[in-house]
């Protein structure tokens, strides 16, 4: 996922280091050997402040790398901001206050965008506790109106006629059963707001995957990432009401590639099949990792069977149309799928579960096709 974007960054950070010593050795020799450290420092602090920036609602991590990235060339080399070309002048002017009004203007709104967010976080946490103490506080109350009803019975049985135990008995039924229907109402109630606010913060989660670790091999996400976000996303769900679904990508005959082309072969395969999950999935809440092996999972958050059964075949047609290719070599490849949608309440090891048995399916069915997960699936060989 990361790949193709770092290899461009260090080719344009090659040729850009070039223009850059070419400017500072034209200098006039009598320009001050201090004033190229400190500007080359500051070059280097812009460079990183822009490669660990903090994603904002209006700009992606790369819009924000690429921006500190013109600001360090107009340190070094009197680059305009504008058009990224050089000044003629054999020393250029640098615009300080308006690098300080850049640096200082989005340094505010990192604190803005941080700020908000821990806010609103706090404000979950604050109403889920809340929630849980008013539930806890009503539910005692129901429990005693139930005692207290369960206590006219009584009496009513040691001491009354069988009328009036009747006319009790009645009595009982019918206030349990209201008690009842009023504690179904205030859970679905406490459901729906907590639903409500959990929605706010829901793709903050995307933010939160930047800290996971991601496989060597393909730059996507691994094992563990995925572990943790499937349980992030099924607990979401449980709560919100919120459509997910899963797709485990199986590489077809990948055996018979490693054996016949070699392990290299099969490493670069797996890496181009990477970038077409990428672009095939390409939004922010959009979880792609390596499952294991020749196996990925993509974990489709607010998507139903509809439309992730449409994305999945979507990438099928993007591995069967472009060519796998390793040196001069074409490799044909297919892939199989197997999609389940999260159902209500439903475990993560079943769901994952019946997302692989779909994946069976598809491979005794004869592979390079999607499945959809059914009840009662028998398992088959996977290959």
Known sequence: MLGSWSIGKKDQSANGSQKEQDAIESRPTGESGESDKAAETLARVLRCLGRHAIELDHLSEEEIEKEFERWARHVLVGAQIGDGTKNRDASPRRDWGALTQFVNGHRQQEKSYVTRNLQDMRNVLCEFTNIMGRTFVEDQETDQQVSNHLGQLRTAIEDGSLQDVKQALLAVVEGISALVDERKERQQQRLESLGEKLRVVEEEL?????LMTLDALTQLYNRGALDLQLERTAGMSFFSGTLACILIVDVDHFKHVNDTYG?????????????????????????IARYGGEEFCVLLQGAGEELSQRLGERLLDAVRGEEFSYQDITIPVTASIGLAELL?????????????????????????????????VGVGKKD
């Not at 490493?267 to 099949?273: E, N, R, S, T, Y």
């Not at 999950?277 to 922010?284: C, D, E, I, N």
């Not at 019946?354 to 997960?373: E, T, V």
């Open 263 to 287: 392990h290299p072969a099969g490493d670069v395969v797996l890496q181009q099949l990477a970038k077409r999950l990428v672009s095939t999935f390409p939004r922010k809440t959009d979880f």
């Open 344 to 376: 209500p309440g439903e475990t993560v090891f079943s769901w994952i579960e019946r997302a692989d048995r779909a994946l069976y399916r598809a491979k005794d069915n004869g592979r390079n096709q999607l499945c959809l997960a059914t009840e009662n």
């Open 206 to 210: 995307g933010g939160a995957r930047k």
